[in-house]
């Protein structure tokens, strides 16, 4: 089974998002890498935030967390 992370719907985003039913604009909503990519790629989902204010992802591929 692949591992789901946590992505954020924006406002881009109609009433379905990578397939699934979106939860709105703001809210979270838990899905694998393979699902999230389009709509990353569209706008309509972004990387949480981490609690030091930088996006998650933002220091390449590889990185720890």
């Known amino acids: ?3 789901k992370s ?3 719907v924006t406002e881009k985003a109609g009433h379905f998002v990578a397939g699934r039913r979106s939860p709105g604009a ?8 393979a699902e999230a990519f389009h709509a990353l790629q569209l706008g309509e989902l972004r ?3 981490k609690k030091g204010g930088k996006p998650a992802g933002k220091g390449g ?4 967390t």
């Open 26 to 33: 703001g809210q979270p909503i838990l899905l694998t890498e």
């Open 1 to 3: 089974m692949d591992v």
């Open 61 to 64: 591929e590889g990185e720890g």
């Open 47 to 49: 990387r949480p935030e």
């Open 6 to 8: 946590t992505f954020e």
